[in-house]
Every structure is written in structure tokens, then in C-alpha cells.
């Protein structure tokens, strides 16, 4: 069975950091990305990455703030996110596929329950 579980979510201040991570059991995915769904709008791509560690641009709204790796060894994907605004306030969801990387959300073959990321201005 196969299971994303995402953790690292809370309350930050702005200006702040975050690391979330995701933990893939159940098999290997070629491409893991992060998307994010903010109260009353539409889930929002925000990076993927392959398995040999190349990335899918970062979504516009997160360019030079975050940055998503891996490890391999722990099927794991990470999302670093730094300088938080109060914008970034939003359920980060975790999602897999056995394809190339891709910022299209229907690509997706698996998801994660989302974990819950608040900015305090």
C-alpha cells in the first residue's frame, strides 16, 4: 500500500523558516513534488523534483525562498522554505508519480494528507 506522509507544518512568524518533509513507503517514485492549497483558492503547484535530483522550475510565487530535495535512501522529499510571508499560509500537500516531474496537479498519481503551514505577520 502505498502512503505519503508529510510532517514539519506549524506557526511561524515572517521572515521565518520551515523545513516539511514527506516520507514515501509502499514503493519508488520517479518524481515527487509539493503543492499548496490556500482557504478559498485553488491548489497551487509549488516544486517537484526526479530522482536523480533535477527540478521542475519552482512555482512563481516561492522562486529563490524554497527549495525541495531528496533522499534517495529514505524515499524522502524535503521543502526548505525560507523568508515565509504571511502569503505562504496554506496546506502544503505531498504528491508522487511514476512519470517525470511535472506542475500539473491531475499528473499525480498519489497524495499526502497535507500538513498545515500558518505565517503570522
Known amino acids: 500500500q502505498v502512503q505519503l506522509v508529510e510532517s514539519g507544518g506549524g506557526l511561524v512568524q515572517a521572515g521565518g523558516s520551515l523545513r516539511l518533509s514527506c516520507a514515501a513507503s509502499g514503493r519508488t517514485f520517479f518524481a515527487m513534488g509539493w503543492f499548496r492549497q490556500a482557504p478559498g483558492k485553488e491548489r497551487e503547484f509549488v516544486a517537484a523534483?526526479?530522482?536523480?535530483?533535477?527540478?521542475?522550475p519552482y512555482g512563481d510565487s516561492v522562486k529563490g525562498r524554497f527549495t525541495v530535495s531528496r533522499d534517495n535512501a529514505k524515499n524522502t522529499v524535503y521543502l526548505q522554505m525560507n523568508s515565509l510571508k504571511p502569503e505562504d499560509t496554506a496546506v502544503y500537500y505531498c504528491?508522487?508519480?511514476?512519470?517525470?516531474?511535472?506542475?500539473?496537479?491531475?499528473?499525480?498519481?498519489?497524495w499526502g494528507q497535507g500538513t498545515q503551514v500558518t505565517v503570522s505577520s
Open positions: 504528491a508522487a508519480r511514476i512519470g517525470r516531474p511535472s506542475s500539473t496537479m491531475d499528473e499525480y498519481d498519489y
Open positions: 523534483i526526479n530522482w536523480n535530483g533535477d527540478r521542475e
